[in-house]
């Protein structure tokens, strides 16, 4: 009558119980190329891609969420970014204006986004960086 420990329960198992977070195989490039087709209207209809960027609530001061994006204005710019993670961290950052999007992957429970931005102005600089 004990009740199941995690490692009796079967991985696939875990990993469904959370949803996308654990459903997904793909390589940060691949995140990169699919997030940068979506947002520069590659996968959906001018109509729908309009509907799923405008803005949603803010959930936080200057960010708003809605329709399984956040955004956000970094100075001038318009920038769509959602993470995910469980053990380990994910994260997509684009800025379709520029036409620059940044995926980064990691193997643990971190918050990916200083590390994308970090990229993404590394890159609009023109400059090498180095993440600690």
């Keep these: 009558d004990a009740l199941a420990q995690p490692a009796d329960v ?3 198992s875990l990993s469904s119980s959370l949803w996308a977070s654990g459903a997904i195989y793909a390589t940060a490039e691949d995140l990169a190329r699919w997030a940068h087709a979506l947002f520069n209207a590659e996968v ?22 809605g329709y399984s994006v956040i955004s956000e204005k970094i100075g001038e710019s318009e920038v769509f970014w ?24 990691c193997n643990l429970m971190v918050d990916p986004k200083p590390i994308a931005v970090e990229l993404y102005e590394a890159y609009q600089s023109g400059q090498e960086t180095k993440l600690d």
């Design 44 to 65: 959906l209809s001018d109509t729908s891609l309009a509907q799923m960027l405008s803005q949603g609530p803010e959930i936080a001061p200057g960010l708003h969420y």
């Design 10 to 12: 079967p991985l696939a």
């Design 82 to 105: 959602h993470s995910g993670g469980a053990g380990y961290a994910s994260l997509y950052y684009s800025v379709p204006e520029s036409g620059v999007t940044v995926a980064v992957l």
